[in-house]
């Protein structure tokens, strides 16, 4: 499996300072059905490894992951569950922001997404809710990703992690530059999946 395929956490640093961001949307009930993921909407970065000067390693999502889940647990919310298509999403978001060297606010990326577009874009279907938190910093680890979402910020990440209405993440660490930027996308629906019966 190629290695950026398989990051979804976003973070960045502006002179020097952690920075955490969240936002949380309904889908809106009239939208209009997305197009197909294309190159340039969800699946370029996890194939160019261009897109990065390096990329971290697994183990730093599965660490932050294992944090937020047995945070959710002892505050008595079910741990969320992996999500191949909110992966996509939030492997997408990361690399985007490793490579603008900033993760925006609003949680627009450059192609001029916000998170429900960007997270159907890449195939996440039959939600009534969704939230995206991210971090960056230089060097950053989980632990710093995890104190910041749950002690420092005061921006709703906390509440975001330990949202009931949220039961399936993506998350992707993507690093350049020496900084590395966490992104966890959060939703309501664990997409199924589709085995292939064998041949």
């Given at each position: 499996?190629?290695?950026?395929?398989?990051?979804?956490?976003?973070?960045i640093?502006?002179?020097?300072?952690?920075?955490?961001?969240?936002?949380?949307?309904?889908p809106?009930?009239?939208?209009?059905?997305?197009?197909?993921?294309?190159s340039?909407?969800c699946?370029?970065?996890?194939?160019?490894?261009?897109w990065?000067?390096?990329?971290?390693?697994?183990?730093?999502?599965q660490?932050?992951?294992?944090?937020?889940?047995?945070?959710?647990?002892?505050?008595?919310v079910?741990?969320?569950?992996?999500?191949?298509?909110?992966?996509?999403?939030?492997?997408?978001m990361?690399?985007?922001?490793?490579?603008?060297?900033?993760?925006?606010?609003?949680?627009?990326?450059?192609?001029?997404?916000?998170?429900?577009?960007?997270?159907?874009?890449?195939?996440?279907?039959?939600?009534?809710?969704?939230?995206?938190?991210?971090?960056?910093?230089p060097g950053?680890?989980p632990?710093?990703?995890?104190?910041?979402w749950?002690?420092?910020?005061?921006?709703?990440?906390?509440?975001?992690?330990?949202?009931?209405?949220?039961?399936?993440?993506g998350?992707?660490?993507a690093?350049?530059?020496?900084v590395?930027?966490y992104?966890?996308?959060?939703?309501?629906?664990?997409?199924?999946?589709?085995?292939?019966?064998?041949?």
């Open positions: 499996m190629n290695t950026i395929a398989r990051k979804v956490t976003a973070r640093v502006v002179c020097a300072a952690a920075v955490g961001v969240i936002v949380g949307l309904a809106a009930a009239s939208a209009a059905t997305p197009a197909a993921p294309t340039t909407t699946y370029t970065v996890w194939q160019k490894q261009q990065l000067s390096s990329i971290r390693l697994d183990a730093d999502e660490a932050t992951m294992k944090l937020i889940n047995d945070f959710r647990v002892r505050h008595g079910p741990a969320l569950r992996a999500d191949s298509k909110l992966a996509m999403a939030a492997g997408w990361s690399n985007d922001n490793a490579l603008r060297g900033v993760s925006p606010a609003d949680h627009i990326d450059s192609l001029g997404r916000t998170v429900v577009p960007r997270i159907e874009n890449c195939g996440y279907r039959g939600f009534t809710w969704a939230s995206e938190i991210n971090y960056f910093k950053g680890t632990q710093d990703a995890f104190t910041w749950t002690e420092i910020s005061k921006k709703g990440h906390r509440e975001a992690i330990l949202d009931p209405r949220v039961t399936a993440f998350i992707s660490v690093s350049k530059d020496g590395n930027h992104t966890i996308t959060m939703g309501s629906t664990v997409t199924p999946l589709r085995l292939r019966a064998p041949r």
